[in-house]
C-alpha cells in the first residue's frame, strides 16, 4: 500500500453499530405516544432472557444502576467489604460506596487482566461480603474458581458483564452463573442503546426486589400505574431510585438484540486479522483467549513490549492519533484515581500487576462496521510507529 492512500485513511475509535432500523423502531414508539417504561420494555426483557437463558431479566437505566440495585438486592451496608479488580471502570467500586461499604481492590491475572482469584483469596477478611468479577474485554473470569471461593467463604458472586455479551464460560453463557449478572447496553457497549441496563437472576426475590427499587420502591407491576388499566392506588414499601428503561430505549435494544451474534461475529473477524498481523511482530502482546471460554469481544486491548521501544504508550497513542487513529486505555486502575487512592491510602504497589499492565496496554479500534482497508491500516501503522522507534 501507497503511503499516501494510507495517510487518506481516518479511523475512529468506535462507531456504534445502529442504523435506520434502530431509528425507525425508536419513531415508532415515539409516534405511539408512550414514552416511559411499558410494552416494548417488557417485551425486551423476556427476549434478552430468551437470549442468555437466564429466568429473569430486569432492565435498568444503566449498567451503573444495575451494579447499585445488586448491591442494594443484597443488603450490603456500611462496614461490608466487596472485592472488586483495580482494572475495571469506576462504576463498580463506587456503586459499593453508595451503599456505605468499602470496595477492596484485588489485583489482575497478567494474561487476561480478568480479576486474580489468588490475590482476591488473600483480601478476604471478615467483612467480605461479595465478589464482583468484572470480564475484562468481553472475555470470563475463572468462574468456576471464582465460584468455588465464595462458596468457601460464604460471598455473593456478582458479575459485572458490561463487557460480556454474548459470552460463555466452559458452554454457559455469561447471565446464567451467578446469582446476580449486570450487562451494560452505553453507547460503545456490545449491545448498544446508548444507555440501558439489564440485571438477570434465577432467583425470584432477587428479581422482585430489584424491580421494585428501579422504581421508587413501589409494590409490584408499578409501571403500570402509568397505563389506562392501571389503578390509581400504588404503595411505597421502601426508598427507591428512579432507575427504570423507556420503551424508546428498549424499542432501540431489540434490534440491537436481533443482530447481536452477526455483529460479535463481524468483531470476531476484526479480531482474527488483528491477531494474525500483530500476534507476530516483536513490540506487542495481543489478547490470550483462553480455549475454555468465549469471548463477548467487546475491546481489543494491545500490550507493548515497553521493553523494545524507545516511546512509551502515550506516545503511541499520539502518533496514532497524528495518523487519523483513534484509540483508547481500558482501564486508569482504579487504585490510581484520586478517589481511591485518597480515600483508601492505596498506593501504586499495592496492586502490582495492574500498575505495571496498565503502562502498557491501549484499546485499538474495535467496532462492527470497521473496513478490511481500516483495519489493515490501523496494523501497517502500529507496526510502522513501532519500527521506527524500536530500540
Ligand atoms: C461501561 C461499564 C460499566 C458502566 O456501564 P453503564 O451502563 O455506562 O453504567 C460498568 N462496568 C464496566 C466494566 C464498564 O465497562
Redesign the pocket.
Known amino acids: 500500500m501507497e503511503t499516501k492512500k494510507l495517510e487518506a485513511l481516518s479511523v475512529p475509535y468506535h462507531v456504534a453499530a445502529v442504523g435506520e432500523e434502530e431509528a425507525s423502531a425508536a419513531a415508532e414508539v415515539i409516534r405511539s405516544g408512550w414514552l416511559t417504561t411499558g410494552p416494548r420494555t417488557m417485551e425486551f426483557e423476556k427476549k434478552f432472557a430468551e437470549y442468555v437463558g437466564a429466568k429473569h431479566a430486569v432492565s435498568v437505566?444503566?449498567?451503573?444502576?444495575?451494579?447499585h440495585l445488586a448491591y442494594d438486592a443484597i443488603h450490603l451496608k456500611a462496614g461490608d467489604e466487596v472485592l472488586v479488580p483495580a482494572v475495571?471502570?469506576t462504576?463498580?467500586a463506587e456503586t459499593v460506596v453508595y451503599l456505605g461499604a468499602t470496595p477492596v481492590i484485588v489485583d489482575v491475572d497478567p494474561l487476561t487482566l480478568n480479576l486474580s482469584v489468588e490475590d482476591a483469596a488473600r483480601k478476604i477478611t471478615p467483612r467480605t461480603r461479595a465478589i464482583v468479577p468484572?470480564?475484562?474485554a468481553g472475555q470470563p473470569c475463572d468462574m468456576a474458581e471464582i465460584q468455588d471461593l465464595a462458596g468457601k467463604h460464604g460471598l455473593e458472586v456478582i458479575e459485572?458483564a458490561?463487557?460480556s455479551l454474548p459470552a460463555s464460560y466452559r458452554g454457559t453463557p455469561v447471565g446464567t452463573i451467578s446469582r446476580i449478572t449486570?450487562?451494560?447496553?452505553?453507547a460503545?457497549?456490545t449491545l448498544a442503546i446508548g444507555?440501558?441496563?439489564m440485571v438477570t437472576t434465577p432467583d425470584d426475590e432477587i428479581a422482585a426486589r430489584i424491580r421494585m427499587m428501579r422504581l421508587h420502591g413501589i409494590g409490584r407491576d408499578s409501571w403500570k400505574r402509568y397505563t389506562a388499566e392501571g389503578s390509581w392506588y400504588y404503595e411505597v414499601l421502601d426508598a427507591g431510585f428512579k432507575y427504570n428503561m423507556t420503551d424508546v430505549q428498549s424499542a432501540i435494544g431489540l434490534v440491537q438484540l436481533g443482530k447481536c451474534d452477526a455483529l460479535r461475529q463481524m468483531r470476531a473477524s476484526i479480531a482474527a486479522s488483528y491477531d494474525a498481523g500483530l500476534g507476530g511482530q516483536p513490540w506487542f502482546q495481543i489478547p490470550t483467549n483462553l480455549p475454555d471460554r468465549e469471548s463477548g469481544l467487546?475491546l481489543y486491548p494491545l500490550r507493548l513490549h515497553l521493553n523494545t521501544l524507545r516511546i512509551d504508550r502515550a506516545e503511541f497513542i499520539r502518533q496514532l492519533k497524528e495518523r487519523g487513529i483513534g484509540t483508547s486505555v481500558?482501564?486508569i486502575p482504579l487504585h490510581l484515581h484520586p478517589f481511591y487512592r485518597d480515600r483508601y491510602g492505596y498506593k501504586p504497589e499495592d496492586l502490582p500487576v495492574a500498575t505495571r499492565e496498565y503502562e502498557r496496554y491501549l484499546s485499538l479500534p474495535f467496532f462492527p462496521s470497521m473496513s478490511q482497508e481500516q483495519v489493515d491500516y490501523v496494523i501497517e501503522s502500529a507496526i510502522d510507529i513501532a519500527r521506527s522507534n524500536a530500540k
Open positions: 437505566a444503566s449498567c451503573t444502576a444495575a451494579l475495571t471502570f462504576a463498580t468484572v470480564h475484562y459485572d458490561a463487557h449486570c450487562f451494560s447496553f452505553y460503545t457497549k444507555e440501558g441496563g467487546h481500558h482501564f
